[in-house]
């Protein structure tokens, strides 16, 4: 059964940081890019960063260049995004992302909600 169970969300202050954690199962992960999504109230749902299953390589999107980081542990099948300098527009449901870098096979977590505010 494939599973990803995202962790880490919460309410932290602006200036604050965050680390979310995705675990995988029922997948071979090394075969498979990750990324975190995220989806405000009201808005589409927005890649934010991805890191790839071979070289580990990463992109970002423009709002989280500088202030999130994107790693993955292959041992551990575990994909986090530390977040520092949370500002209120952070705020969302955070979601991770399995996608075949061989197929299309992908898959979706079930979320977890960041809230940034004083």
């Known amino acids: 059964q494939v599973q990803l169970v995202e962790s880490g969300g919460g309410m932290v202050q602006p200036g604050g940081s965050l680390r979310l954690s995705c675990a995988a199962s029922?997948?071979?992960?090394?075969?498979?890019?990750m990324t975190w999504y995220r989806q405000a109230p009201g808005k589409e749902r927005e890649l934010v960063a991805t890191?790839?299953?071979?070289?580990?390589?990463?992109n970002y999107a423009d709002s989280a260049k500088g202030r999130f980081t994107i790693s993955r542990d292959n041992a551990k099948k575990m994909v986090y995004l530390q977040m520092n300098n949370l500002k209120p527009e952070d705020t969302a449901v955070y979601y991770c992302?399995?996608?075949?870098?061989?197929?299309?096979?992908?898959?979706w977590g079930q979320g977890t909600q960041v809230t940034v505010s004083s």
């Open positions: 890191i790839d299953s071979v070289v580990g390589g990463t």
């Open positions: 029922g997948f071979n992960f090394i075969l498979y890019a």
């Open positions: 992302r399995a996608d075949s870098q061989f197929g299309r096979d992908f898959y």
